[in-house]
């Protein structure tokens, strides 16, 4: 399969739903709605509502079912990097080579954006208008597994970890794998976990594409903090090698580049081994395990 | 009906099951389960859940089955407070006559501590263990209720345009009822609407009861109002004339104290008015309604 293909035209899909389902520019409150549009089109990948598509399709669904899930899920994703970026948390004043959230509008504005961004997920997920025909249950559900992923236990304990362990002069590896687990892999596997739910997945289906979740999510984690290391500035879109400088918690800084390297091919292995019950369905989830490791940006 | 001791019994039903639902301090992050807990215990009043749980009862239903919602309320007000007060936005060093989150556990905790609490909200209300009872068509319904009237549309809008106002020389009504209405308003209509739907009001009763928690959220917040120029600094537990200080959009400043005062009275009556089809069982939505415009604090 194409899979530069597959993500253009999935990418596209998003963000024609992310437009239609965020509020106008012209509609009161309007910094908050600009600010939060800005961040939403400021060239995220969509890596986590286009897992949420595939696992549905990968499961038997129409992917048509699981998109206002998707963009909520982006929603989630972008006010977590707002928040993050604050000066309060991880001062950062560029993003994907733009500047960051509070940089245009102010870290007031910047707040309240996040907030409204992570309530619109919230609304989106709940709209009786958005795909009414999913079982109120089933919604019910993929509200529960996404809110999980994205509250203290997951995604926020993430963050609040990795904080609290910058520069700290010893890095403990059960620490980095927390972090790693909780501040990007809780998303992606509640993305796959959503998918295969809004995909009709069986138990034994649903278990294997969370597996599939799972190893991709701490994967991914393990190739941005070689990233920062080994990219370029202009290729990462933020100052490379700031990780290091910041005494973060990362994979290379706790064993190493070379062992990291290693452990992210072998996440890809058991990514693909638990897919191996799938047919070609599955093929552009196999596609995006393998390329998550080897991007550049 | 004793007011003082309804209001003392529901607060400690609220009390005791946000204990319950709320993660514990010993609990990974434990820097943001404290600053959860902190705040969330910090002397609140308990308007919100109250009023839900007394809505619930007016519409014939059992005041348990709409705990968990009350709960989320109370968490969503309380993440608001958490970043109202931050120093990008409010500024505030005290509330409730206690040091603000920012102050005792820094801005980063603050943060993520107001997201959490936020989040937390959807955990419990799609939590499928806690009121397994309630139809799941219903519970999204109250979230769909919920996340719109905290989103940017309702509460999230009221503080934008808030800050916005925030010292300009002229104070136009039309700005501070916006403000009003959905600062304060928009989660207070929530919380009636969505005791009445779990409490199983037929259409005719839920409008009627939206009516009065729309008339008693905009005299809840005037009451604020009024109470800034006129209570003292212990009796607020904040600094008193802080408003007028900020030159804050208040009806005070738009419209006259004696005049405000009089649109608070006329409020009332609104609520008391739109109760008018209920028996015995609204008596505590009628005491509160005028004990809004009465208290000290």
Do not use: W
């Not at 995220?44 to 899930?69: H, Q, W």
């Not at 997920?121 to 009786?128: G, M, R």
């Not at 990780?243 to 990514?271: C, F, H, M, N, W």
């Amino acid at each position: 399969m194409d899979l530069k293909k597959y993500l253009k035209e999935k990418c596209q899909l998003v963000d024609d739903s992310l437009d239609k389902f965020l509020p106008k520019e012209d509609e009161l409150p309007f910094s908050i709605h600009k600010a939060m549009r800005y961040s939403i089109f400021a060239g995220g990948k969509r890596v986590r509502p286009i897992l949420m598509l595939a696992a549905c399709e990968a499961a038997g669904g129409n992917s048509e079912g699981a998109m206002t899930a998707a963009c909520a899920m982006e929603m989630i994703h972008t006010y977590s990097l707002i928040h993050d970026d604050l000066p309060a948390m991880d001062n950062d004043d560029f993003r994907r080579g733009k500047p960051t959230n509070h940089k245009v509008f102010g870290e007031a504005v910047a707040i309240l954006a996040g907030d409204a961004l992570l309530t619109e997920a919230f609304i989106l997920l709940s709209s009786l208008e958005a795909c009414p025909s999913i079982d109120p249950l089933m919604r019910l559900k993929v509200v529960s597994e996404i809110s999980r992923c994205a509250g203290s236990r997951g995604m926020i304990g993430g963050q609040a970890v990795d904080m609290e362990s910058e520069g700290k002069p010893e890095i403990d590896f059960a620490t980095v794998q927390y972090i790693h687990t909780h501040k990007t892999g809780a998303l992606i596997k509640a993305s796959v976990r959503a998918g295969a739910l809004l995909g009709g997945a069986d138990k034994k289906s649903e278990a294997a594409l969370v597996k599939y979740g799972e190893a991709v999510g701490l994967a991914f984690q393990i190739a941005d903090d070689i990233l920062d290391i080994e990219g370029t500035t202009e290729e990462i879109g933020k100052d490379a090698g700031s990780d290091q400088e910041r005494g973060k918690a990362t994979y290379p800084a706790a064993i190493g580049i070379a062992e990291s390297r290693r452990r992210a091919a072998e996440l890809v292995d058991v990514a693909l081994d638990a897919l191996s019950c799938f047919g070609e369905k599955a093929d552009p989830l196999r596609e995006i395990a393998k390329y998550i490791v080897k991007r550049k940006s």
